[in-house]
Structure formats: C-alpha cells, structure tokens
C-alpha cells in the first residue's frame, strides 16, 4: 500500500533563503508523485509531478523537486523564498489502479520578511 | 483558474437544514471527487465518481448524499449534519486511472467553507 510522510509540519524561513519541505514515501511499484500547494481559504494548486521520467522536477513559481528512490524521497525545494510562498504544501502519491491520491499531513511554510 | 469551479463558497446551515453543493468542471474529465478538509486532519477522500458511476465511498454517513448527473456536474447534498462536518469541502475532477494520460493529476476547485450551527 502507498503511504506519505511529510517530516515537517512547520517550517519557517526568512525571506530570500532557500527553501526544503522534506516528504518520504512508501510504494510498493513505481510511484507517480505531487506536490500540490494551498493558499488560505483555496483549493489545492498542482506545483509539480514526478511520472518516472526525470527524476529532477521542475515546478511553478521556481519550486522543484527530485525523486530519489534509494532514500525514497521527494523533497520539495526552492533556492529563494518569497513572501508569497507562505501557504500550506501536501506531498502526494498516487495509487497507479486506481487514481487515488494519498496525501501527506501537510507542511505550513512560514515566510518572514 | 482551475477550470474547476465550486458553489457556494461559504455556507451555513442549521442541522435541521437541507442544502447542497455543486461542482462543475470544465476540462473534459471523467472522474470527479469530494474531499473533506478539517482543521488539522489531513484531506479525507469522500467519494469518487468515474464515468458518473460511484466507485468509491470511504464509509461516508449517509447524511452526506453525492450525486452525479454527468461527467461535468457533481453535487453534495446535506441533510442533518452535526457541527463536527463543519469543514472545507473541496471537489476535484481528473482524466482517470484508466485514461492513459499518466499520472491522472487531480484539478481542485476552491472550495466551500461550511459551518454547522
């Protein structure tokens, strides 16, 4: 069974720093991966999916993330925060038969100025 | 812009009411689900719909009433809720799990925020 674990609930950076939202995996075959990211009081928005090709994913708004089978890992990562980034990230992993998502608990990023 | 929209945004119902809400997707999906999102709990999937039949029904009370008509219209429909369903409820739309479009990422609409009196 597929499953997600995001090891951060809160994470608080300044403005202009780098940015690492850290999500671990579970799958039994090769997993198809998301980052969806949340604004208050909005609907989920899709940052970026891993499908087994390139295992370095480009996302929206400079966010990227790399699928490391090894560690099975898919960190969420951006060189430099900006204050509208702050918003809540759910690490996603899809059930191949049946197209459910399995989402992670959630990771509130804080941006100070 | 989604393509997925969601009404009424907010809502607030006694628990002897009868209200519902719509969703409406204009991506040509063939699946459609309801979400529950309460404070602190991650996302809690509700039912799926896939070429307008239920496939699934996480053991939702039956006070919470889906309907599908068509591929692009998917409704909740509530009676008798308790103040414990006061929550957002988001609705997405996807190609399927069996489209062969990939990874069937799932679109979301914005939400209703509902409160339960």
């Known amino acids: 069974a597929q499953s997600v674990t995001q090891l951060d609930s809160h994470v608080s950076v300044s403005e202009g720093t780098p940015v690492l939202l850290r999500c671990n995996y579970s799958?039994?075959?090769?997993?198809?991966l998301f980052w969806y990211v949340q604004h208050p009081n909005k609907g989920l928005q899709l940052l970026l999916k891993y499908t087994s090709a390139a295992t370095l994913v480009k996302g929206i708004n400079g966010f990227e993330a790399e699928f490391k089978k090894s560690e099975t890992s898919f960190h969420l990562t951006k060189p430099s925060a900006h204050m509208s980034d702050a918003a809540e990230y759910f690490c996603v992993v899809s059930d191949g038969n049946t197209g459910k998502l399995i989402f992670g608990q959630g990771t509130t990023l804080q941006v100070k100025p | 812009e989604t393509g997925v929209t969601q009404t009424p945004r907010h809502l607030v119902m006694g628990m002897t009411n009868k209200k519902s809400l719509k969703c409406e997707q204009h991506?040509?999906?063939?699946?459609m689900y309801w979400y529950k999102q309460s404070a602190k709990k991650p996302l809690e999937l509700m039912f799926v719909y896939s070429l307008e039949e239920r496939v699934e029904n996480n053991s939702v009370p039956s006070r919470f009433s889906p309907e599908c008509p068509n591929s692009s219209h998917l409704f909740l429909h509530l009676h008798t809720l308790q103040p414990e369903d006061s929550a957002l409820y988001l609705c997405?739309?996807?190609?399927?799990?069996?489209?062969?479009?990939?990874?069937?990422?799932?679109?979301f609409g914005p939400g209703t925020r509902l409160t339960v009196l």
């Open positions: 799958s039994s075959y090769s997993p198809s």
């Open positions: 991506l040509g999906h063939n699946a």
């Open positions: 997405a739309s996807s190609q399927g799990p069996h489209s062969g479009q990939g990874a069937n990422e799932q679109f």
